[in-house]
């Protein structure tokens, strides 16, 4: 009987590492990556894998090991020892090392995603931002969509003034995200009401919108999944396994999980123009019969 | 101080006093007990019923579809499902983890370990339990009131949470013709809320509620610094005190700094909904579709910076005691010395102090400034270097032992294999591009439950089976015990473990209906899966309820010591007396002597007989 104890960590152990090697076989495995940074983060992701892969091994190794072999019922006698200081400095400094390995081998990809250069040599030193993008979009989050704006010839003249304001030309769209391969993309993400959370799986991409602020967040689309048919005007998927979508991922409400918002990439800049103009000639359709234009207003009471 | 005397006059008591209103340490430590038993099961329940949903999410659940009112169509409501997993993960953290690891083990063991006849203020201590009763009746009545039970999360982040409708304005319906919208204020005295309906008078209960376990915990913490400084038998010094009571130590010194800063944000936010202070209201205000708030003046960002600088500690605050409480198992069911007692000491001072600076890494998406991350993961990876100390001495402790398998020391085994999953998980959130993508999945989910159901769980497990023949004066049922360990072990594996690779698919948390996304669908099954194992798992904690309530009774009963174990407490009389010890015992040594040459293989702390051992540090 004693000796089932280690069997069964065992068992569990093996059971942990065997679900592990067949998830990704069974598509239970990160989404595909297209963004321009997330290779490195899949990169970091699979090193802190192997180093705590590692470690788990080592340890439940040992423990397995130590409940077969030093068992009281075989007669296994214990020895008097309080500690061994030669042991105690190695497995401080070995842990600490790989960790910060791992603490500043993140610091270059972190930059990456946030556009800030840092110093080569002292990665967490920064030296400033470098933000500059093909395309601007506000997504403002609300109980429970996402309402996207675009403005004429994806560049406002002053950014951050649009952003809080609008401009009464702009495009609005909802929980749809239309970007072009290869673009550098801003998004400047705000929220009326509650705190969300914009999630892009496959751009390995999260931010929270917080109650009145703007926040940026920058991202380029290395692959693209649709194309736009002018004559039809329809959105061709290229392929049909390419659905990429949006998520909430920080808690709003009862309906928190139906912001279920669609990714598009179009193929290039002249494809999503061509989408940009049909969509606001359609707009502007709808906007005729209106009395105003819906100009959702970024924070409380400013009619 | 003087509690001889108190002690004479507190004998000729009846029920009440003894039972109920007992200024005894060991009664309050076991009031603590059951009261945390009563709210596992309830805690449990709610879980079973997230996982419920979570399993067949479009409802038409067999038999249980018809609890269900009418109006929501034979099936759980998304709102109520939020309510489900705010109250689970309040219930457990403040109701059953927090109370049984300070609680129990913190009123029964500190007297007792350090050869004190009670705490250092027995009053103090009896308040500490009688002020957790407002909190169980509030947080209890709070599933009956309007709207239901709070339901923002148990981070309960403004604005979800802290809008009140009692001052607002409503815009007036737009009339064909008039190019802008007037408004009205809004009048509403009902304490609804515009976010959702558990933000209302359930958000109001729930904050109440934890404000009273706020209190009681500050005054069990002082209590236990008080006492564990001030009444050590003679010869106790604090490098010979069993790491259960420098783990008890530390965290009553954690709490006792944090927890005033989460109880000032409590206040804060029911200011906020009581009286519409706008302390987390943004200087624009909100709108909820037609409804809008006064401008405020605040930041919802620093509840999160008020909330995590004392939820972070308080997550160490939910494991140090159960690192104390398995390491003195691990050494007594070893028959070997504690290896490396101090680096065990220093380590988890380490942890809690670096745990004062960490909390910004639950905080790397919410809109914090990127370059402060850096600092937040620097410090959060360092936390992980005590912990692998920590693991390695516990692992070393074991080589070279002689291992007997009882129940406690299975459950404490399963700490330490537990503890490594839970800590290593840690280390892909630690890091921020991965933590970009972690932050609010399933792996976080995962994560916290190997650290708080699958470690302090089993450390609590652990600690009640080793105590409880000192607690009642009868073991614990081994047979039935290590059933329960293994099917907890087994089903709680299965349950968890799973989680990672949700979250490696991308699963988010808190959701209601994760299938109406593409790329979660293929999940499903796993989900369902583990919603299985989560009602074995459920089940066989029955065995553990049916094994207390039956060692109380018919458990065979224990002498003095019946582990042959060496702190202080078992030179006491199982169940020791009020005032604990015949006689104060005099410490002559540290707690780990064990594998001792001579007719018995270990030395009691305060044994006279000379140890005949070369002690080599």
Known sequence: MHRCWGLLFAAVNLAAIGLFAISPAMGWWLPKNIASYGADIDHLFYLILVATGFFFVITQGTLVYCMFRFNAKDGAKAKHIHGNTKLEIIWTAIPAIILLYIGFAQTPTWAKMKYIEIDTWFPIRYKGTNIESDLHVTVLGRQWEWRMRYPQGHIPADPQAWADLGNLHDLHVVNELHVWKDAKVKIHLKTQDVIHSFFMPNLRLKQDALPGKVMPMVFSPIEANVRYNPKTRI??????????????????????????GKLFVHESKQDYELWFSDALKNQRIHESTRLAPVVASSNGVNP | ??????????????????????????????????????FFGIGGLLALLIRLQLAWPDGNLPYIGKWFPQSWGGKMSPEFYTMLFTMHASIMIFFVIIPWLTGTFGN?????????????????????????????????????????????????????SNVGAEAGLEKNPVKPGE???SYTVFKDDSFNSPSSPGAGMGQIFWLVSLIFVGIGSMMGSVNYITTILNMRAPGMDLMRMPLTVWSLFITAILQALA????TVALMLQLLDKLIATSFFLPPGGLSFGNWHTTPGGGQPLLWQHLFWFYSHPAVYIMILPAMGVVSDIIATFSRKPMFGYKPMVFSMAAIASLGFIVWGHHMFQSGMDPRLGTGFMLATILIAVPSAIKTFNWLATLWGASILYTT?????????????IGGLSGIFMAATPVDVYFHDTYFIVAHIHYVLFMSSIFGIFAGITFWFPKMFGRLMNEPLGKVHFALTFIFGNLTFFPMHILGIGGHPRRYYDPTIYQYLENLQPLNQFMTISAMLLGLTQLLFVINIFYSLWFGEKAGKNPWNSNTLEWDAPSPPPHGNFDQIPVVQRGPYEYAIDGPLDYLTQSSTASDGVKHHE
């Open chain 2, 108 to 160: 029964f063991l500190i007297p007792l370990m350090i050869g004190a006849r009670d705490m250092a203020f027995p009053k103090l201590n009896m308040f500490s339990y009688w002020v957790m009763w407002p909190a169980f009746i509030i947080i209890l009545a709070s599933f009956f009131v309007d709207g239901g039970a709070a339901s923002s999360g148990w981070t309960s982040y403004p604005t979800l």
């Open chain 2, 408 to 420: 406690a020391m299975l459950n404490a085994l399963a700490f330490v294999s537990m503890f490594v």
């Open chain 2, 1 to 38: 101080m003087n509690h001889d005397s108190n002690h004479s006059t507190e004998t000729k008591s009846g029920f009440l006093t003894t039972y109920l209103f007992s200024q005894d340490h060991k009664m309050i430590g076991i009031q603590f007990l059951f009261s945390g038993l009563i």
């Open chain 2, 259 to 262: 927890l005033p800063v989460l």
């Open chain 1, 235 to 260: 959105l061709e998927e290229l392929n049909p396994s390419s659905t990429w979508e949006i998520a909430c991922a920080e808690l709003c409400g009862g309906n928190h999980y139906r912001m279920r």
């Open chain 2, 179 to 181: 190019p802008a919208s």
